[in-house]
Every structure is written in C-alpha cells, then in structure tokens.
C-alpha cells in the first residue's frame, strides 16, 4: 500500500541546536517533494521544494536533502528558535496525468529556550 | 492582497444538514483543491479540480461535493451522507501544469462541528 510517515510523536529541542525531521515514503514515485510549516488553527505555509535528481537545498537556516532509493527525506532547521516551533509537513508530487499533491502526517516540533 | 479567502472560519451543522464552505482565490490559479484535517492528524484531500468545470475526487470524497464553475471559485459542500464532518477544512490552489512542482497556496481553513 502507498503510505508517507513522519515522526508521529513530537520532537522537543533545546534552542540553537539542529532539529531533524524525517519524511519516509513507500510506493510513490514523486516528482517533487516539498516541505510545509503548520501553526495551529492555519493554514499550511510552503518552505521548500526538492525535485527527484536534486540531493539537497538549502535556505537560510533550512536543509532539505532527498534519497529517492532510501524514499526518504530529511528537513534540517539549523540554530534552531523558539519561534521555529509548528507542525512541519511533507508533501509529495506525483508523477503521472494527475495534479494530486499527498501528505504527510505531520511531525510536531517544540523549540524550548 | 492577493490569496485564497475561506468562510466561514467557525461553522456549526446539526444532524442530517448540508453545508458549502467557500473558497475564492485572486491568484489566477488553475488548480484548486480541499483537504481535511482532523485533530493530530495529517491532510486528506477530498477533491480538487484542475480546470473549470472538471474535478477529481481525492482519498476522501463519499458524503461531500464540489463545483467549479468559475475559475476563483472552488465550494464544498458537506452533505448529510458524510457521518462524521466535525474537522478543520483546508482550501488551497496553485498555478501550473500537471506535475509542475508548483508550490501550493492554503486559506486559513474553516472548523466545521456538528452539533
């Protein structure tokens, strides 16, 4: 079956240090892979966008990298801040004669001073 | 300012009604979308529609319909048949061809309870 699955429980980091999120995903073939920030009670907000022959990319205190044969990606937030705390959320574009864009679950990140 | 309105933001059903959320968007986008979401839980899209007049159903259709009879305007309504419509409703839209790996714009959602 097509599944994506982020850390289902939330990650609690002490600022300024580096906060990793996975993104894993079986029987896909996406295209793209993007990355979202959610605050409760809004609407998603795009960060970044990695195509499939892209490894890695980067803005400003955020990295993204892609492994297509791992189906996996990782969003690093690098000298992390409270403020950076938010649900973070992966999407998947597929491949095909469709506009369908999949999501995530979500991985809950809390920044603590 | 350019962006994607939904209304209402709080909407309350009682057993057995229908209700349409709105969503307009001024992006000139092509594509729109609804998704769901429920408490601690990811986004489940439930239609989208690539051009006017034309739409798709998602993961999630049975107990919901949409129309898409002008190009900014993409409601849904949530009809009696959906048994458990208490959620957060998401609207979003991008511009772009199929697989274009355009970035997709949401409104601010809209919380429906039944009660």
């Known amino acids: 079956s097509q599944k994506i699955e982020q850390n289902s429980e939330a990650l609690n980091i002490q600022e300024g240090k580096t906060a990793t999120l996975t993104c894993n995903y079986t029987?896909?073939?996406?295209?793209?892979l993007q990355w979202y920030r959610q605050d409760p009670g809004r609407g998603p907000v795009f960060l970044l966008l990695?195509?499939?022959?892209?490894k890695e990319k980067r803005k400003e205190r955020l990295k993204v990298t892609f492994d297509t044969t791992l189906k996996q990606s990782l969003f690093h937030i690098t000298a992390s801040q409270p403020a950076d705390s938010a649900t973070y959320l992966c999407a998947l574009d597929m491949l095909g004669n469709t506009d369908k864009l999949i999501f995530g679950t979500g991985t809950r990140l809390q920044v603590f001073p | 300012d350019g962006g994607i309105t939904q209304s209402p933001k709080y909407l309350f059903r009682k057993e057995g009604q229908n209700v349409t959320l709105s969503c307009e968007q001024n992006?000139?986008?092509?594509?729109m979308y609804w998704y769901r979401q429920d408490p601690g839980q990811g986004l489940r899209l439930i239609y989208y529609?690539?051009?006017?007049?034309?739409?798709q159903k998602g993961d999630i259709a049975e107990g919901y319909s949409v129309s898409r009879e002008k190009k900014e305007s993409f409601p849904l309504t949530v009809t009696s048949a959906q048994k458990n419509p208490t959620a957060f409703y998401l609207c979003?839209?991008?511009?772009?061809?199929?697989?274009?790996?355009?970035?997709?714009?949401f409104g601010e959602g809209s919380w429906l309870t039944v009660v």
């Open positions: 529609s690539q051009i006017v007049n034309d739409f």
């Open positions: 979003a839209s991008r511009t772009g061809g199929i697989s274009s790996g355009n970035t997709i714009y």
């Open positions: 990695i195509r499939e022959n892209e």
């Open positions: 029987n896909y073939s996406p295209a793209y």
């Open positions: 992006l000139n986008h092509d594509a």
